[in-house]
C-alpha cells in the first residue's frame, strides 16, 4: 500500500498485481501515470494478493522479518536501558539494514511485471543476489532513513510506553501487572505509528527502486523522494498503508513489552 500511486519511470510497471490495476493501452498507462488510480483499501490489497498469488504471498519476505527483527530488536531493546539519559546510537538501526532492504523487495515483488520480478528464494538469497548485481553498498540503500525511523519509532515506542505506565501507576488506574503492560505498549504502538508511517514510506520506496545500469535512479535520495511524492500524491501519501502499520505495530508492541516485562520480572527473581 505505500508503494500505491508511486510515479514510476517504466510505464510498464503501471501493470503490477499489488494492487490489481490492468490497463488496456498504452494510452491509459501513460495517462495512469499522470493521473494515478484511486487508492485501495487494506482489505482489498489483502483479497488480490491472495487471487493473484496464493495465501503465502501474505508471507512474502518474513524470513527477512525475523532476521531484521532478531538483529534490530534485540539491540535497541538491549541498548534502552543503558542509553535511556544519553543520544540515540545510530549504530543500532545500521545493523539490520541488509535484512530490511531484502524484505522490502520480497514484499513488493508481486506488485512486478513477471519478467521484471526478482524472484528471491530467501533472505539469503536476497542478500547474496543484491550484492553480485548491484554492489555491497545497496545492502545499506536507504540507510539513513532507517536509521531516523529506528530513532523514531525507538524514542516515541519505548519513551511513551515508559510514561504511559508510570502515569497509570501513579494515578491508581490499575496495579502494576498484565493490564498496565497491554494498555501502555498499545498506546505506545499508536504513537510509534503515527510518528515513524511518514519516514516509512519513504524508506519502502527508497529501498525498493530498481537500479539498471544505463538508467538514471528514480530518486536521488530521501528527501527528493518525499517532494516527489508530496508533490505527484499530496501529502497524505505519507500515511499510505497507516491501518495496516498499526495493525502490526499495536500487536508487536504488546507482545514486545509483556515479553520484555516478564524478563525483566524473571531476572529480578534471580
Avoid at 46 to 60: K, T
Avoid at 128 to 136: A, L, R, V
Avoid at 215 to 236: F, H, P, Q, W
Amino acid at each position: 500500500m505505500q508503494l500505491q500511486g508511486e510515479n514510476l519511470p517504466n510505464p510498464q510497471q503501471i501493470h503490477n498485481l499489488r494492487p490489481a490495476f490492468t490497463f488496456n493501452s498504452s494510452s491509459a498507462a501513460a495517462a495512469a501515470i499522470h493521473h494515478p488510480p484511486p487508492r485501495v483499501g487494506t482489505v482489498a490489497v489483502g483479497m488480490r494478493i491472495v487471487q493473484s498469488e496464493g495465501v503465502a504471498a501474505l508471507f512474502s519476505g518474513v524470513s527477512a522479518t525475523v532476521l531484521r527483527q532478531t538483529l534490530y530488536s534485540t539491540t535497541r531493546m538491549g541498548l534502552y536501558d543503558v542509553l535511556k539519559q544519553k543520544w540515540t546510537n545510530e549504530d543500532t538501526a545500521a545493523v539490520g539494514n541488509p535484512a530490511d532492504v531484502a524484505m522490502v523487495r520480497m514484499q513488493a515483488d508481486g506488485r512486478l511485471p513477471p519478467a521484471q520480478r526478482r524472484n528471491y528464494n530467501g533472505v539469503i538469497d536476497a542478500i547474496t543476489k543484491m550484492s553480485k548485481q548491484e554492489g555491497i553498498t545497496s545492502l545499506w540503500r536507504g540507510s539513513s532513513l532507517t536509521v531516523n525511523r529506528a530513532m523514531i519509532v525507538t524514542a516515541s515506542q519505548l519513551a511513551s510506553y515508559d510514561q504511559i505506565k508510570e502515569a497509570i501507576l501513579k494515578n491508581g488506574v490499575m496495579a502494576d501487572g498484565l493490564g498496565t503492560h497491554v494498555t501502555a505498549s498499545f498506546a505506545a504502538g499508536f504513537v510509534a505509528a503515527v510518528a515513524s508511517n511518514p519516514v516509512d514510506v519513504i524508506k519502502t520506496r527508497v529501498m525498493n527502486m530498481k537500479m539498471e545500469a544505463g538508467s538514471g535512479a528514480a530518486y536521488n535520495g530521501a528527501i527528493d523522494c518525499a517532494v516527489k511524492t508530496v508533490r505527484a500524491e499530496g501529502l497524505m501519501a505519507l500515511y499510505k498503508g497507516f491501518i495496516p502499520t498499526i495493525s502490526r505495530q499495536g500487536p508487536f508492541t504488546v507482545v514486545l513489552f509483556v515479553t520484555l516485562e516478564q524478563v525483566r520480572k524473571l531476572l529480578k527473581d534471580f
